[in-house]
T-cell receptor, first 113, second 110 residues
């Protein structure tokens, strides 16, 4: 069963803590992406990776970090520097970077306590 | 459930009727467009796509229309069913990057 998985589904963070959101895909896609979704707004790009061992900042990268050590994995760390981290986080992947269709995971809801 | 649907325009449709959801896109150079469906608390699900060299594309119960003159995209759902209730949003591909619309909530009335 191929697809994109994200864990955990719900995550609670105390102020000052770093937390890491997991994203795994078994679609053999080269490109992976992290988006943030807030009520009433379109998805905003945090980071993207065109290929393993490469990643680039998106539009709202401040306070976030990523790694891409394996093709199938693209974890996102929300650091204490992110001032408003409460949001729904979506991971996506596409066969290649650029115009390929992006397919999304089920999302992680992060809440700061 | 997820609160992503707050403050969104809502379209209410009687079960069995056709639905039309509209989207205005921003860049006349965009050459690829996607419609996604997002149910509460879940990730967006691909519905249908269209490239800029086409005006219309049909899928199963869904049709996407592209009007490049006025930068307008629409999604038509035939014989709307309760399972179609969700937030629908469009995405345009501008070079490497996608720009996502805020979405429309579709409510199907029994």
């Amino acid at each position: 069963d191929g697809g994109i998985t994200q864990s955990p589904k719900y995550l609670f963070r105390k102020e000052g803590q770093n937390v890491t959101l997991s994203c795994e895909q078994n679609l053999n896609h080269d490109a992976m992406y992290w988006y943030r979704q807030d009520p009433g707004q379109g998805l905003r790009l945090i980071y993207y990776s065109q290929i393993v061992n490469d990643f680039q900042k998106g539009d709202i990268a401040e306070g976030y970090s990523v790694s891409r050590e394996k093709k199938e994995s693209f974890p996102l760390t929300v650091t204490s520097a992110q001032k408003n981290p409460t949001a729904f986080y979506l991971c996506a992947s596409s066969p290649q970077f650029s115009t390929d269709t992006q397919y999304f995971g089920p999302g992680t809801r992060l809440t700061v306590l | 459930g997820e609160s992503v649907g707050l403050h969104l325009p809502t379209l209410s449709v009687q079960e069995g009727d056709n639905s039309i959801i509209n989207c205005a896109y921003s860049n006349s150079a965009s050459d690829y467009f996607i419609w996604y469906k997002q149910e509460s608390g879940k990730g967006p699900q691909f519905i249908i796509d269209i490239r800029s060299n086409m005006d219309k594309r049909q899928g199963q119960r869904v049709t996407v229309l592209l009007n490049k003159t006025v930068k307008h995209l629409s999604l038509q759902i035939a014989a709307t069913q309760p399972g179609d209730s969700a937030v629908y949003f469009c995405a345009e591909n501008k070079g490497y990057k996608y720009i996502f619309g805020t979405g429309t909530r579709l409510k199907v009335l029994a």
